[in-house]
């Protein structure tokens, strides 16, 4: 036998609506980070830490080095293709896919194609989000192609984001 739900809770008039326009609202962070640029759509601090949704704006080469974390992650590709590795096997996913990364497996995800790829991102829990903010560049658009680093600057950067994973329940892995 079935023991009955639990009442739903009661509306918490403290959480608000969100709505994010990327192309038309300049004051949603755009951040630059692996040769991409994203966009913080909804952040944590918006959805009780339940998930973030980010806009991923990723050139042709970019994307981010092999990894893993804790927490799952969704991509659905709005414009373009690309190549997800997942565990080592790779998988091409093209405008209207959609590709669920389970926590803890090892993946990353790279645009192969010669034009420029745009994804929506799906993190649950949040807080990655924080992690780009903290190690990323800020980007002026969610359309803005990343200035190429300095060597100097990109191994400032690594090691920034190495030095910060942990934190944010990330571990770099090495191809």
């Given at each position: 036998?079935?023991?009955?739900?639990?009442?739903?809770?009661?509306?918490?008039?403290?959480?608000?609506?969100?709505v994010?326009?990327?192309d038309?609202?300049?004051?949603?962070?755009f951040?630059?980070?692996?040769?991409?640029?994203?966009?913080?759509?909804?952040?944590?601090?918006?959805?009780?830490?339940?998930?973030?949704?980010?806009?991923?704006?990723?050139?042709?080469?970019?994307?981010?080095?092999?990894h893993?974390?804790?927490?799952?992650?969704?991509?659905?590709?709005?414009?373009?293709?690309?190549?997800?590795?997942?565990?080592?096997?790779?998988t091409?996913?093209?405008?209207g896919?959609?590709?669920?990364?389970?926590a803890n497996?090892?993946?990353?995800?790279?645009?192969?194609?010669?034009q420029?790829?745009?994804?929506?991102?799906f993190?649950?829990?949040?807080?990655?989000?924080?992690?780009?903010?903290?190690?990323?560049v800020?980007a002026?658009s969610?359309?803005?192609?990343?200035?190429?680093l300095k060597?100097?600057?990109?191994?400032?950067?690594?090691?920034?984001?190495?030095?910060?994973?942990?934190?944010?329940?990330?571990?770099?892995?090495?191809p």
């Open positions: 036998m079935n023991s009955p739900s639990p009442p739903l809770p009661p509306d918490d008039p403290q959480r608000a609506l969100v994010a326009r990327p038309q609202d300049a004051t949603l962070p951040v630059s980070l692996a040769g991409d640029t994203y966009t913080i759509l909804i952040s944590g601090g918006q959805t009780a830490g339940r998930y973030c949704l980010i806009d991923m704006f990723v050139p042709p080469g970019g994307g981010p080095p092999p893993r974390h804790d927490f799952e992650e969704m991509f659905t590709v709005l414009e373009g293709e690309v190549e997800v590795t997942f565990r080592g096997a790779q091409i996913l093209k405008m896919e959609t590709a669920n990364i389970p497996a090892p993946h990353h995800f790279r645009n192969v194609s010669e420029p790829a745009r994804m929506l991102c993190c649950s829990p949040a807080g990655v989000e924080e992690f780009f903010l903290s190690v990323g800020p002026k969610r359309k803005a192609v990343p200035e190429p060597p100097a600057e990109q191994e400032e950067l690594k090691l920034k984001a190495a030095n910060l994973a942990a934190q944010y329940r990330t571990e770099f892995l090495h």
